[in-house]
């Protein structure tokens, strides 16, 4: 059964399965990228009207649309893409070994620590809003991160970013001074 919350973000919403829908963490795809995407699924969703960002993770998926759609009519759509896979299929979506690029230098301390706050104090948080955030880099005590799915363009990221992740980095992370996003 497909269950949907709304996200701070107006144009986003937060699709949860109790099935697995990633066993290989969050990943998000965007509609201009579609052509080029192997996942059927994804690329199917991608091609609806309106859809213009897919998150997908371990339990729930979150869809960004345009401000031209309406969830009246997306909303369906998508609960019905969902319960036709797993109608059809009894494995996760996304299934495929990643490699994991955000780990740029696995001897650097800081960035393993780094790391270690965004996966346990910071993304939970931002997957309730149907959203993930990714290290992207440590340099000169500036961590920059990509927020992605319904954070991507939400009016409350910046908020977010500056007074939660931030602060939640410096008081961990001695060496981290700001935060900014790519």
Same mark, same amino acid.
């Given at each position: 059964? #497909? ?7 107006? +144009?986003?919403?937060? !699709?949860?399965?109790? @099935?697995? #829908?990633?066993?290989?963490?969050? %990943?998000?795809? =965007?509609? +201009?990228?579609? @052509? ?11 091609? !609806? ?9 371990? $339990? ?11 969830? $009246? ?12 896979? !797993? %109608? ?20 650097? %301390? ?24 990714? !290290? ?7 961590? @920059? ?16 970013? @500056?007074?939660?992740? =931030? ?9 981290? +001074? ?5």
């Amino acid at each position: 059964m #497909i269950q949907t919350e709304t996200t701070p973000n107006p +144009n986003s919403l937060k !699709f949860l399965s109790e @099935k697995i #829908i990633s066993s290989i963490g969050t %990943e998000e795809f =965007q509609k +201009n990228n579609a @052509k080029d995407l192997k996942n059927s699924f994804i690329k199917e969703l991608l091609e !609806f009207n309106g859809v213009e960002l897919v998150l997908v993770s371990k $339990n729930f998926l979150s869809v960004k649309k345009n401000d031209k759609t309406s969830w $009246n009519e997306l909303k369906p759509m998508v609960i019905s893409h969902l319960n036709h896979y !797993f %109608e059809n299929n009894d494995e996760p979506i996304l299934k495929e070994i990643k490699k994991n690029e955000e780990m740029l230098n696995d001897e650097d %301390e800081t960035i393993k620590k780094i790391i270690d706050v965004l996966d346990t104090k910071i993304r939970p948080a931002v997957a309730r809003d149907g959203g993930d955030i990714k !290290f992207k880099s440590f340099d000169n005590g500036v961590v @920059k991160v990509e927020l992605q799915g319904s954070c991507s363009g939400c009016p409350s990221s910046l908020m977010t970013l @500056k007074q939660g992740v =931030q602060n939640l980095l410096k008081h961990y992370v001695k060496e981290v +001074n700001s935060v900014e996003a790519v």
